[in-house]
């Protein structure tokens, strides 16, 4: 079966600071995958997806990156995290394939406090 | 474009009676539509979705979602709730031309069953 990990859990980090979140999917190959943030514990906003190595798409221009080095591995960065960055983070996974039927499949998610 | 509107932030309800969880959506052509629960700090986990066939889908947990062309709808619904049912619940859209498998989220739904 497929698992999908987030780490950390949980980061409290200073404004101007660097991030890096990751997130690894077990179990299947060449997904597509997801970040998505939430803030204050209500909708979800997409910041990028990826179709393949190397291969992303930005949502919404912001203070964020995202890249994928390896086909089942996503990393969401950024250089000097703002105070508007707090929120909680997930990542998400899909099978690839036409007609864009497949669900997504959400990890545990890591929750970002930016003081 | 592709947009969902789930039009109470909160439901309250009274653990047996049942539960309904309001969806509606736009999209261009026809779409996949999914429900998503996400408990308190906690990724969302997969209910269910509508492909194609029959209006009426069943999911996990008891829960149930029928699929309403006419009326652009996609209500959850359980027949009796459990307090353990108390979350916040999404609704997804996918117009099935969109690049990516893009999920266009609705804002959230709170859920409280009252013992």
């Known amino acids: 079966s497929q698992t999908i990990h987030q780490w950390p859990a949980t980061l409290v980090q200073p404004v101007g600071s660097p991030l890096s979140l990751e997130c690894t999917v077990e179990g299947t190959s060449n997904p597509n995958l997801y970040w998505y943030r939430q803030a204050a514990g209500r909708g979800l906003q997409l910041l990028f997806y990826s179709v393949g190595i190397g291969q992303i798409s930005s949502e919404v221009p912001q203070n964020l990156s995202a890249s994928r080095p390896q086909d089942r591995q996503f990393i969401l960065s950024s250089k000097k995290l703002l105070l508007s960055d707090s929120g909680f983070y997930l990542c998400?996974?899909?099978?690839?394939?036409?007609?864009?039927?497949?669900?997504?499949?959400f990890g545990p998610g890591t929750r970002l406090t930016v003081l | 474009a592709q947009s969902v509107a789930q039009p109470e932030d909160q439901v309250n309800v009274a653990e047996g009676n049942p539960l309904t969880v309001k969806c509606t959506y736009s999209v261009s052509g026809n779409p996949y539509l999914f429900w998503y629960v996400q408990y308190p700090n906690r990724g969302l986990q997969f209910l269910l979705k509508?492909?194609?066939?029959?209006?009426l889908v069943k999911g996990s947990y008891g829960f149930e979602a029928e699929f309403n062309k006419s009326q652009t709808s996609f209500h959850l619904k359980k027949p009796s709730a459990l307090v353990s049912d108390s979350a916040l619940y999404f609704c997804a859209v996918r117009d099935r031309q969109a690049a990516g498998n893009k999920l266009t989220f609705g804002g959230g739904t709170r859920v409280l069953v009252k013992p």
């Open positions: 998400a996974w899909s099978v690839q394939g036409q007609g864009a039927r497949y669900t997504q499949y």
């Open positions: 509508y492909i194609t066939g029959d209006n």
